[in-house]
């Protein structure tokens, strides 16, 4: 599985910004796709899942209501729309993937990630 993720950069807070995951090397019916963050001198953290068949998604409390995770089958994509950013969203965003979704929110679950992609946020 190759994933490569696009669509960071600098925006003001309460900009919205959507981050984009190419997928490939499938099939990924038994996936969890996910996006995680990491923010300077911080460790990378779980953001957003979404199941690739059954469309279940999950979120982490800080972005429950602001961010939606989507997947386009048809283009094998994975998207993360991010709305009301606020500075702290602040971080290199990553797709990544895995077979484990019951512990869809560990970074120890994923075997497979993304290249980074920069968010910043300003005040």
């Known amino acids: 599985v190759q994933l490569q993720a696009s669509g960071g950069g600098l925006v003001q807070a309460g900009a919205s910004l959507r981050l984009s995951c190419a997928v490939s090397?499938?099939?990924?019916?038994?996936?969890?796709m996910a996006w995680f963050r990491q923010a300077p001198g911080k460790e990378r953290e779980f953001v957003s899942v979404i199941i690739w068949t059954g469309e279940n998604t999950y979120y982490s409390d800080s972005v429950k209501g602001r961010f939606t995770v989507s997947r386009d089958k048809t283009k094998n994509m994975v998207y993360l729309q991010m709305n009301s950013l606020k500075p702290e969203d602040t971080a290199v965003y990553y797709c990544?993937?895995?077979?484990?979704?019951?512990?869809?929110?560990?970074?120890?679950?994923?075997?497979?990630w993304g290249q980074g992609t920069l968010v910043t946020v300003s005040s």
């Open positions: 090397g499938g099939p990924f019916t038994k996936y969890g």
């Open positions: 990544a993937a895995t077979v484990k979704v019951w512990d869809y929110d560990r970074t120890s679950a994923y075997n497979f």
